[in-house]
């Protein structure tokens, strides 16, 4: 099932098989889709309450299938908290492998916002890529940083 949301950064579009989100889409130009289920219900709810700044945290079900490093490495994602950041080179400290091959992991992210992988920077304070583009990244990134002080981010 499927349903597409607008938010105030954009519309989105959330999958879901077996009462569990799958993919999320960012930026998402399609035509209209309407399903309703009680997970897709949950998951635009929290994440416009999330994108409007009025709650910090999902709790939404998920399924993230991809391979177990890529798995490692969005586990890794999970634990940067709200209005935090990390580095690439973080991930990859906690996930293995290199930087690089943690950024080519966090780019497979099937679900943005649920896993965080926008918090994700690199060590020099730029803020990399994002699969939804570097504006709504940076748009993200501010809008959490708006909670904790002046952004450090270039």
Same mark, same amino acid.
């Given at each position: 099932?499927?349903?597409?949301?607008?938010?105030?950064?954009?519309?989105?579009? @959330?999958?879901?098989?077996?009462?569990?989100?799958?993919?999320?889409?960012?930026?998402?130009?399609?035509?209209?889709?309407?399903?309703?289920?009680?997970?897709?219900?949950?998951?635009?709810?929290?994440?416009?309450?999330?994108?409007?700044?009025?709650?910090?945290?999902?709790?939404?079900?998920?399924?993230?299938?991809?391979? =177990?490093?890529?798995?490692?490495?969005?586990?890794?994602?999970?634990?940067?908290?709200?209005?935090?950041?990390?580095?690439?080179?973080?991930?990859?400290?906690? @996930?293995?492998?290199?930087?690089?091959?943690?950024?080519? @992991?966090?780019?497979?992210?099937?679900?943005?916002?649920?896993?965080?992988?926008?918090?994700?920077?690199?060590?020099?304070?730029?803020?990399?890529?994002?699969? @939804?583009?570097? =504006?709504?990244?940076?748009?993200?990134?501010?809008? =959490?940083?708006?909670?904790?002080?002046?952004?450090?981010?270039?």
């Amino acid at each position: 099932m499927k349903r597409d949301f607008q938010t105030r950064l954009g519309r989105v579009l @959330a999958e879901e098989e077996n009462g569990k989100i799958t993919h999320i889409s960012l930026g998402y130009s399609g035509r209209e889709l309407g399903d309703s289920s009680p997970v897709l219900l949950m998951a635009e709810e929290q994440i416009k309450e999330y994108m409007e700044g009025r709650i910090k945290e999902l709790s939404i079900p998920f399924s993230a299938r991809g391979t =177990e490093y890529q798995r490692s490495v969005w586990n890794a994602a999970l634990k940067i908290p709200y209005g935090e950041v990390r580095t690439y080179r973080w991930i990859s400290e906690i @996930a293995g492998g290199s930087p690089r091959s943690a950024g080519n @992991a966090l780019s497979a992210n099937p679900i943005p916002i649920i896993i965080p992988c926008h918090r994700v920077i690199r060590s020099d304070g730029y803020i990399g890529g994002f699969s @939804a583009g570097s =504006e709504l990244k940076r748009k993200l990134l501010d809008m =959490e940083q708006l909670h904790y002080g002046e952004s450090v981010l270039k």
